[in-house]
């Protein structure tokens, strides 16, 4: 049984940093882990990706220099670094896994295991 279970989210103020974390348990291998949110109101969006195989990395336009994602395999554990955090970034931020490639891997719906989701808050 995979489980994927998210941490790191709070309440910050504009132009302050965030990292959230995810840790991945279970055997399972997977192809792409990304990092999705979703803003009250507003349909789930993929903000970050990054392949298994080759660490290959996407960002949405949004985010791009703002935000990076990494990895531990030791630890199984993914990152989403979140830097000049804007009010826009405030949303709930889910980490998912696809096991099998994708050639659109910012798309929210290809992924097929997710977390619970953390609340980042970003309000002067």
């Known amino acids: 049984q995979v489980q994927l279970v998210e941490s790191g989210g709070g309440e910050v103020q504009p132009g302050e940093s965030l990292r959230l974390s995810c840790v991945i348990s279970g055997s399972l291998e997977y192809y792409v882990v990304g990092w999705i949110r979703q803003a009250p109101g507003k349909e789930h969006e993929a903000v970050a990706c990054l392949t298994s195989k080759y660490e290959i990395s996407h960002y949405i336009d949004a985010v791009k220099g703002r935000f990076t994602i990494s990895r531990d395999n030791a630890k199984r554990t993914v990152y989403l670094q979140m830097n000049s955090l804007m009010s826009e970034d405030t949303a709930v931020y889910y980490c998912?896994?696809?096991?099998?490639?994708?050639?659109?891997?910012?798309?929210?719906?290809?992924?097929?295991?997710w977390g619970r989701g953390t609340q980042v808050t970003v309000s002067a």
């Open positions: 998912a896994i696809r096991e099998r490639a994708t050639a659109t891997p910012l798309r929210y719906s290809v992924y097929t295991q």
